[in-house]
């Protein structure tokens, strides 16, 4: 005795399967622009010259997306990202430090005491609220494929 089984519709749900298996990659990417422009958003708060928002990058590794700064383009973000302990501020290759004062001219020091800052950890809070950024746009797209 010979059974025939024929299913009706099996190529609808190994199309849908497929549909669905390929959308973690398409929200991997999604994400990691979202991470990006929130970086660049964050960065921007710190702005005088432009060149923290333009040291952010952003590029693909081998199981994901890497997100970051230059250190070449803006050598100051780690200052400005992790903060700095007081310290002393000397000149390195002058007799003294010289900054323009509320008026005119300029004032000039052999050292001056710097009070320390803070610090902004905008990359970790990015890392922090990457993973629900991904979330909320994978289950929007599966929601979308139904």
Known sequence: M????????DQAVRDRLLR??????????????DVEDYIRDEAAVH?????L??????????????LG???RRAPHA????????????RPRH???LRWPSGGAGFVFARGANHPGYLG????????????QMFKARLRVQLNKEG
């Open 2 to 9: 010979k059974l025939k089984l024929d299913i009706a519709g």
């Open 20 to 33: 669905i298996g390929s959308s973690p990659r398409k929200v991997l990417d999604q994400t990691a622009v």
């Open 47 to 51: 702005q005088r010259t432009g060149s």
């Open 53 to 66: 928002v333009s040291s952010v990058y952003k590029r693909r590794i081998t199981d994901g997306w890497e």
């Open 69 to 71: 700064h230059d250190p």
């Open 78 to 89: 780690v200052f400005v990202h992790w903060g700095t302990r007081p310290h002393k501020i």
């Open 94 to 96: 002058k007799k003294a």
């Open 120 to 131: 902004d950890p905008w990359l970790t809070r990015a890392a922090a609220r990457a993973p």
